[in-house]
């Protein structure tokens, strides 16, 4: 057992974590005043059991210091920053609560002014913390499962203008894309019930147009509908509305409503049968800066801990939204990587690109069988460059186009065609170019956007 005074104390190299203790991984700037090894201990002090002072006389009690954490191993990363993993034992947490799990390791560190940055890279989870989380009730099998789709990327659409449009725009640029051949309608992150376009009207409207393009085109559609609210209950009401009147999913804004948001709707969902993909707006406030923040690639395990079964990880380097090729496919692993065995002979198949080394201080992760998480790749694709989309991410994935479907001169409908033409020319192994020749739409395209080739 450790005697805790001062931040030194919680740092301790010779201790061996345990099956049972909670990983984090810490890039620690330090300041040019500070010493390395108080900075470390007041990461793992300020996020346990610690304060800024000594002399608490209840910090030395055995039961306190059984779930206070200890900084077990350092690293330098650069000319003053250093790697550092920090062990907590699990009995420090309430299980299954992750705004309290968030509280501890991803709470007032970020802003002490002993760090001058801090960035927390990934977390390992014990088997009981992990087990003590719903998981996906989907996961991809179970997505595929709804569309009767087994190989190809499932596509989708967010209606564009992203909000201002009324219900019956917006509904009409449904009925193109699934009648054009796309699989999925989606609200955009930032529509929910304003005046322009209310909920329930949009829903019902949407949806009974969904059935009749399912009539004519013999095909599952469905809509991704946007279920965040202002509060848990009123997104309640909205996820059983969808749920009454036909509909198969709820969406939600995961960052802006919050994780116990994402964690109610995964109960509610499971009651109600609905999938639930999640979009990340906001993300990059936290995600972004790699000095300072929390890594997408923990916000991927945590969605998937919560529930999520579809969620938005970024395009591997080609679209319009940061995260380069080697973020976005670590990404791509945490959340879909399951049982290794089975998993990598799936992935040769769906996997073609040589995945690289596991990005420097990610945790490896044992899931204990829990589902994975269906990733979406989405922002400024167009179908001159899904090919290098799947070239580099695989098929496994579901490929979101907005601006790349109906800002084709041809409208929603032409744009939607364009794009499951260029979809099924990868699956198929045409060129995409050799398959413009037998589709106009394809070709107005590629005219358009151009054919960017995989590098
Ligand atoms: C894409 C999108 C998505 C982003 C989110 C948008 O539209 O609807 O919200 O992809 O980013 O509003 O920008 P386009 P990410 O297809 O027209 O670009 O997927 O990285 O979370
Ligand atoms: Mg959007």
Redesign the pocket.
């Known amino acids: 057992m450790i005697k805790i005074a001062g931040y030194d104390d919680f740092v301790k190299l010779n201790y061996k974590p345990k099956p049972t203790d909670i990983i984090a991984s810490f890039k620690v700037k330090v300041p040019k005043w500070q010493k390395n090894k108080t900075a470390f201990g007041a990461v793992a002090s300020e996020s346990s059991v610690g304060t800024w002072t000594t002399g608490l006389k209840a910090l030395h009690y055995k039961h306190v210091q059984k779930v206070a954490a200890k900084v077990y191993e350092t690293k330098k990363a650069s000319k003053d920053s250093y790697w550092i993993k920090i062990a907590y034992p699990e009995k420090h947490f309430e299980p299954g609560n992750m705004p309290q799990i968030l509280a501890s390791i991803a709470g007032n560190v970020f802003g002490m002014k002993t760090v001058d940055g801090l960035r927390l890279q990934d977390i390992k989870w014990t088997k009981s913390a992990v087990k003590a989380f719903p998981g996906p009730q989907f996961g991809i099998k179970g997505v595929r499962k709804i569309f009767n789709e087994k190989k190809r990327p499932l596509m989708l659409s967010?209606a564009?203008p992203?909000v201002g449009m009324t219900t019956a725009e917006h509904s009409k640029v449904g009925w193109q894309i699934w009648t054009g051949g796309l699989d999925l309608l989606k609200d955009?992150?930032n529509l929910s019930n304003q005046w322009f376009n209310p909920f329930q009207r949009r829903v019902t409207t949407c949806l009974k147009l969904r059935d009749k393009a399912e009539k004519l085109t013999g095909d599952k559609k469905s809509y991704l509908i946007n279920v965040t609210a202002p509060t848990v209950k009123e997104m309640e009401n909205r996820a059983k509305f969808v749920a009454k009147m036909g509909g198969e999913y709820a969406m939600i804004d995961i960052c802006t409503s919050g994780w116990t948001a994402l964690h109610s709707l995964r109960e509610i969902c499971s009651d109600l049968g609905l999938a639930i993909h999640c979009?990340?707006?906001f993300?990059g406030a936290f995600t972004r800066n790699p000095q300072h923040g929390m890594s997408m690639i923990l916000m991927g395990e945590i969605t998937r801990l919560l529930g999520g079964d579809q969620l938005?990880i970024?395009t591997a380097g080609v679209?319009?939204?940061v995260?380069g090729k080697k973020e976005v496919l670590e990404i791509e692993d945490h959340v879909t990587e399951s049982d290794h065995h089975i998993d990598a002979m799936h992935r040769k198949i769906t996997h073609p690109e040589v995945r690289p080394n596991p990005k420097e201080n990610t945790l490896g992760q044992d899931w204990y069988g829990m589902r994975p998480v269906f990733p979406?790749a989405?922002?400024?694709?167009h179908p001159g460059i899904v090919e290098d989309v799947c070239k580099k991410m695989g098929t496994d994935i579901m490929l979101?186009?907005?601006?790349?479907v109906h800002g084709h001169p041809d409208g929603s409908y032409g744009g939607a065609k364009a794009m499951r033409e260029a979809v099924e020319a990868y699956i198929d192994g045409v060129d995409v170019d050799e398959a413009a020749k037998t589709s106009k739409e394809l070709k107005i395209a590629l005219k358009k956007w151009g054919h960017i080739r995989p590098k």
Do not use: C, Y
């Open positions: 967010v564009k992203k955009d992150e979009h990340r707006a993300h938005h970024g679209g319009k939204m995260g979406v989405s922002g400024g694709l979101q186009l907005g601006g790349g």
